[in-house]
């Protein structure tokens, strides 16, 4: 069985940066891609990137180029998104995914983060 | 940016009627470019359907998919009270790989 967990809720003030984990298992890490998702509350999805841990590739979404940065650790099967300079629209639920380079097969439960002074 | 413009933003039914969910892109897609996902409230976001008309592992053939061009369709058939949820389509055609804004299913 595919289970993706993600780090606990974060709150941040502006200004400063915050780090995701997702750890995975049930499946062979470095023959997916995890993506990254969020959702600002009440609101739609937004992609931010994928990386790719066999040979960590990656690609970001414009919007957030500068700012995102994806990394995997292989020898623990956990992915990594890190987001410096936060602002208050960043605040969201932000969803690690598996799946092939476009496709999300599945979901972690999300990690909620508040950016708040 | 390709956008994707999902329409009608609410769209209110009754259990056992059927649905139909569009999404309008502001390029011309391949088929293989788009993906529908359901979301149901405070869960995350499940993938339906791929390159337009394939269902994923496990989806019901009471979901389908079909369009091409600038035009792509979600088809829900005999809604049960599970299917409403909010479904949006993405494409990835370009980078940044967009999601349209959601089509809410809700109970009428």
């Known amino acids: 069985e595919v289970v993706l967990v993600q780090s606990g809720a974060e709150v941040r003030k502006p200004g400063t940066s915050m780090k995701i984990s997702c750890k995975t298992s049930?499946?062979?890490?470095?023959?997916?891609?995890i993506h990254w998702v969020r959702q600002a509350p009440g609101k739609g999805l937004e992609w931010m990137g994928f990386?790719?841990?066999?040979?960590?590739?990656?690609v970001y979404s414009e919007k957030l180029q500068g700012r995102v940065t994806l990394t995997a650790d292989t020898s623990a099967d956990t992915a990594f998104m890190d987001l410096t300079s936060l602002k208050s629209d960043d605040a969201a639920l932000y969803y690690c995914?598996?799946?092939?380079?476009?496709?999300?097969?599945?979901w972690g439960p999300g990690t909620l983060v508040t950016v708040s002074s | 940016e390709v956008v994707l413009t999902q329409s009608p933003g609410t769209l209110s039914l009754s259990p056992g009627d059927g649905a139909t969910l569009s999404c309008g892109t502001s390029?011309?897609?391949?088929?293989?470019?788009i993906a529908w996902y359901q979301q149901k409230p405070g869960q995350s976001p499940r993938l339906l359907i791929y390159?337009?008309?394939i269902r994923a592992t496990g989806i019901p053939d009471k979901f389908s998919g079909s369009g091409s061009g600038t035009d792509f369709t979600l088809t829900i058939s005999r809604l049960e009270p599970e299917d409403f949820a909010v479904y949006y389509c993405?494409?990835?055609?370009?980078?940044?790989?967009?999601f349209g804004q959601g089509t809410k299913l809700e109970i009428k």
């Open positions: 995914a598996t799946g092939d380079r476009f496709l999300k097969f599945f």
């Open positions: 049930g499946y062979t890490f470095t023959d997916y891609y």
């Open positions: 990386i790719f841990p066999q040979n960590g590739e990656t």
């Open positions: 390029q011309t897609l391949r088929s293989v470019d």
């Open positions: 390159s337009s008309s």
């Open positions: 993405q494409q990835s055609g370009s980078s940044p790989y967009t």
